[in-house]
């Protein structure tokens, strides 16, 4: 079954330490994989995606993800959080299944930042 | 900002009744698939629209429809509310529906069932 795994519920971390939330997947075939993140009250704002190519992809705000194959995973690391990162942030499969293109997210990993 | 609005904000309804929610794509996508985020939780897809027809639905119950007009908006609908339809809403478009294209999520509806 297609299914996305953040084993992190919440982390804490201090500013201006690294980051990384672990993400996760099974899916059958070549996977499109996203990392999105969600302020309080907010909707889904995209960070970066994966498609093929180069496994090492860059997003927006400093954020970076590796794929890793061998490892079903997609990790979203950040060297240095400022204080704004603080968000929810989900991680997404793209999945097909009788001609309808839909995401599987996983259930979340909250982030907390220290001043 | 993806350019993806959707209305209301925020709902308040109760048990039993009906609510219409709306959402308006990014310039140029004809593609809207709708999600539901119980609190919590990650999205779950409830349903797709492509050009204005049904493209494929999540498990979801009859009660949740929607409608997808020649502008691309699109309407999710949801009878006989429930108090587990309390949610954030999200809708998504994209341009197409193939495998490499990117959904671009709106702000979000949040429904309360009282």
């Known amino acids: 079954a297609q299914s996305v795994t953040q084993p992190d519920i919440h982390i804490t971390v201090s500013e201006g330490a690294s980051l990384e939330l672990r993400c996760n997947y099974s899916?059958?075939?070549?996977?499109?994989l996203f990392w999105y993140v969600q302020s309080p009250g907010q909707g889904l704002q995209l960070l970066l995606k994966?498609?093929?190519?180069?496994?090492l992809v860059q997003g927006i705000k400093g954020f970076e993800a590796e794929f890793k194959r061998s490892q079903s995973s997609f990790n979203l690391r950040k060297p240095s959080v400022h204080w704004s990162d603080a968000a929810e942030y989900f991680c997404?499969?793209?999945?097909?299944?009788?001609?309808?293109?839909?995401?599987?997210f996983g259930t979340g990993t909250r982030l907390k930042v220290l001043a | 900002e993806t350019g993806v609005t959707q209305s209301p904000t925020h709902l308040i309804k109760t048990r039993g009744q009906q609510v219409t929610l709306r959402c308006s794509s990014q310039?140029?996508?004809?593609?809207v698939s709708w999600y539901q985020q119980a609190l919590g939780q990650g999205p779950q897809f409830i349903f797709q629209y492509y050009r204005e027809e049904e493209n494929g639905r999540g498990n979801f119950p009859p009660r949740f429809s929607g409608l997808q007009f020649p502008n691309y908006s699109s309407e999710l609908n949801v009878n006989a509310l429930e108090l587990d339809d309390s949610a954030l809403y999200l809708c998504?478009?994209?341009f197409g529906q193939g495998d490499q294209e990117t959904q671009y999520f709106g702000p979000g509806t949040r429904l309360l069932v009282l």
């Open positions: 310039s140029g996508h004809n593609t």
């Open positions: 997404a499969v793209g999945a097909s299944a009788s001609g309808t293109y839909k995401y599987i």
């Open positions: 899916y059958g075939a070549t996977p499109y």
């Open positions: 994966y498609f093929s190519g180069d496994t």
């Open positions: 998504a478009s994209s």
